[in-house]
């Protein structure tokens, strides 16, 4: 018969004594790190876009926000590129991150994205793009997914893609409504400018923007869907309002 | 097939071990890819089924044969080719381009591969004997040589319907050869077009050029009330924004999948325009492009506008495709 030999007590307090000595050294140790200013070679930020009706998180229905004019929406549909990313450190060096981002408030993993390499130091600035450059809003330029094909801004309209899709319904005497702001054609890029106050030292910092979608119809045109165009694609001036009033959408 | 426009030409020597060790070679597959046309998204191929020449040929086989179903029915039985694989009796989904859908059944009820669509259409939608499969004189060598089992199961028959599926791949119409500047629209298809790609329609909006279709899912007015038989993706998610939303269809060959709608209410093109010309019913679900004010109830097109409107349409025909003997019944 086999007898198996239970560990007696003075090696279960040795192996006990040990971890608690091992994890004390490694706390030790981390803690050094953090005070010599012994840092990782490069930082990363995760960005993440949180969408919101003034101080309210983005439901999708029913239709129940006011807007400036006193109409009351909904939202369907939010779509939008967000490019260019540019941060500024401290000193002055500047960040870069090439890459065209897809948001889309349906589908989660498109909320947030990470920008990697990023030299550590205290940044104080954030710059982007809503929309993309004139260099790279040509019709077939990104990589044909579906969600870039349904961006698509028509050839026959100058070509490129939709900057923004924000979509949704407004009610005239409880009778719905469609809205649609469709941003596009190179003009209508919206450049934003945040100051900062972050340090980025460590992998997986994060900075969430706050997208507040109540503001694309005020300031400084109040959009009052009952009497301006809720459709505003096939007019240049009227995606020019619209464009104007989104350059306070974006914040910290 | 044109689609399989990357024969590889990998020859796979799949080896199998003897009882006693010794090692043969008993199987030559041929790989291929497939490659997206222009206008197209990129294709994402499933990894663990790589296409080959002898899978895509099983996949045929089996599509046409009646051995899948105890009613004696085929998946063929309601996807006709000369109608792109739909038919009109049962109002069956077009099975064309399907490489592209994340989402399977009007409603996205199955969401994922090709594979787990087909996998759903082998358990639940035939219920599969797969016995018999496996006691036919000739099915065990062909699953074998593809997939190097000796018992088939349901995996292996959705896996060979997936190839064959992923090839049924339209590309060739009129508009595409306008697109590729290769054939001119006449006047009256140019003037659809029109209506189609700009805000006269805004058709453009869920039916993207190169898929025809967004793979997405729409209330676009066709009910006032909502109960279970077009909840749609309602059915699905349970979430109230959804209710008589469906998926967008691809319109690739829309000239011969009719009838029109989930339901199949529309028997003709000229029946469909008609609608969003004059038939949207506004409720708090149907989406904000199909209410535009003036337009509330319809596109207000004229009769020249809706004949156009049918022409272009038409134009997404591809006979190349309809026609195409790869696809047909072995």
């Known amino acids: 018969m086999k007898v198996e030999k239970k560990p007696s007590l003075s090696f279960l307090n040795w192996g006990i004594t040990a971890i608690i000595v091992f994890s004390i050294s490694f706390s030790i140790v981390l803690s050094s790190c953090e005070k010599t200013g012994v840092l990782p070679q490069f930082s990363s930020l995760k960005i993440s876009i949180h969408h919101v009706i003034d101080t309210e998180d983005l439901e999708l229905f029913p239709i129940q926000y006011m807007n400036e004019s006193g109409n009351t929406y909904s939202v369907t549909d939010m779509k939008y590129y967000v490019s260019s990313i540019k941060l500024t450190k401290q000193n002055g060096d500047i960040y870069f991150d090439q890459q065209i981002h897809y948001i889309d408030i349906k589908k989660t993993n498109s909320l947030s994205f990470v920008l990697d390499s990023i030299e550590p130091g205290k940044y104080i600035k954030i710059e982007f793009d809503l929309g993309i450059d004139s260099v790279r809003n040509q019709t077939g330029f990104l990589l044909n997914t579906v969600d870039n094909l349904n961006m698509a801004w028509p050839v026959s309209m100058e070509g490129g893609y939709h900057f923004l899709k924000f979509e949704g319904k407004y009610n005239i005497n409880s009778v719905p409504y469609g809205f649609a702001f469709h941003l596009g054609k190179s003009k209508a890029i919206i450049h934003y400018e945040i100051n900062l106050n972050k340090g980025l030292y460590y992998w997986n910092e994060e900075l969430i923007l706050k997208h507040d979608l109540n503001e694309w119809f005020k300031t400084p045109s109040n959009y009052n869907l009952e009497v301006d165009e809720p459709y505003i694609m096939n007019s240049d001036s009227l995606i020019n309002v619209i464009r104007q009033n989104g350059f306070d959408a974006f914040s910290l | ?330």
């Open chain 2, 1 to 330: 097939m044109k689609s399989v426009v990357c024969i590889l030409s990998i020859f796979l020597i799949a080896l199998s071990c003897k009882k006693d060790g010794q090692i043969e070679p008993v199987e030559t597959l041929t790989f291929v890819s497939l490659e997206a046309p222009v206008n197209f998204p990129e294709i994402q191929l499933n990894n663990s089924n790589p296409l080959s020449i002898e899978g895509i040929e099983l996949g045929r086989k089996l599509y046409y044969d009646t051995i899948l179903s105890s009613t004696g029915k085929s998946c063929s039985s309601c996807h006709l080719q000369t109608s792109s694989f739909t038919e009109n009796t049962s109002n069956s989904q077009s099975h064309v381009n399907l490489i592209w859908n994340q989402y399977f059944l009007r409603n996205g009820q199955i969401e994922g591969t090709l594979e787990d669509a087909m996998l759903f259409e082998v358990e639940s939608f035939f219920h599969t004997d797969i016995s018999k499969l496996n006691q036919d004189p000739l099915y065990p060598k062909l699953f074998k040589k593809v997939f190097g089992k000796t018992e088939i199961t349901s995996k292996e028959v959705a896996f060979a319907l997936a190839q064959f599926l992923s090839t049924l791949i339209s590309s060739n119409s009129k508009f595409d050869s306008y697109l590729k500047g290769q054939t001119m629209l006449n006047s009256s298809e140019l003037n659809g077009l029109d209506i189609f790609l700009t805000e006269r329609g805004d058709c453009f909006h869920c039916h993207s050029v190169g898929l025809m279709g967004d793979n997405s899912f729409h209330n676009i007015g066709l009910d006032l009330t909502f109960n279970s038989l077009n909840w749609g993706r309602y059915a699905v998610t349970m979430n109230e924004v959804d209710k008589g939303k469906f998926k967008t269809p691809s319109l690739r060959n829309v000239e011969f999948s009719g009838p029109y709608m989930h339901d199949g209410r529309f028997s003709s093109l000229e029946e469909v325009v008609e609608f969003y010309n004059s038939g949207v019913q506004v409720t708090a679900y149907t989406d904000p492009i199909m209410t535009k004010p003036g337009k509330e109830f319809g596109l207000q097109l004229s009769n020249q506008d809706k004949i156009d409107l049918v022409n272009f349409l038409k134009a997404l025909t591809d006979t190349s495709f309809l026609n195409n003997t790869k696809f047909s019944n072995p």
